[in-house]
Nanobody, 128 residues
Framework: QVTLVESGGGSVQAGGSLRLSCAASKLPYSDYCLGWFRQVPGKGREGVAAIPSSGVTTTYADSVKGRFTISLDDDKHTLYLQMVSLRLEDTGMYYC?????????????????????WGQGAQVTVSS
């Protein structure tokens, strides 16, 4: 069983920056995808960014491209999301998620898909 714990959320003014971290209790020896998703009340969960265990490629939602950067420290079992130029619409609960379904890994870790393991979430609030 994998446990994911997010940290680093908080409140920031528009234009500011935050870095989210996600500590995994362990990571599979097989290939896997790690990703960040977010949700606001009344809306479905939205994929934000994802990275495979190889770290070779990354995937981003169009709304965050050029502003958010996902990275993985495999030795520390920690996933990061660096967020800059934050906007009001970036407000939400951010979740770290993991999957090792081979079809998703082979597909490049699409953020449109639902991953199997989830953290408890970290709130990000952007104000004007």
């Amino acid at each position: 069983q994998v446990t994911l714990v997010e940290s680093g959320g908080g409140s920031v003014q528009a234009g500011g920056s935050l870095r989210l971290s996600c500590a995994a209790s362990k990571l599979p020896y097989s290939d896997y995808c790690l990703g960040w998703f977010r949700q606001v009340p009344g809306k479905g969960r939205e994929g934000v960014a994802a990275i495979p265990s190889s770290g070779v490629t990354t995937t981003y939602a169009d709304s965050v491209k050029g502003r958010f950067t996902i990275s993985l420290d495999d030795d520390k079992h920690t996933l990061y999301l660096q967020m800059v130029s934050l906007r009001l619409e970036d407000t939400g609960m951010y979740y770290c998620a993991l999957t090792f379904l081979s079809r998703l890994v082979e597909a490049g870790c699409p953020i449109s898909e639902k991953f199997g393991y989830w953290g408890q979430g970290a709130q990000v609030t952007v104000s004007s």
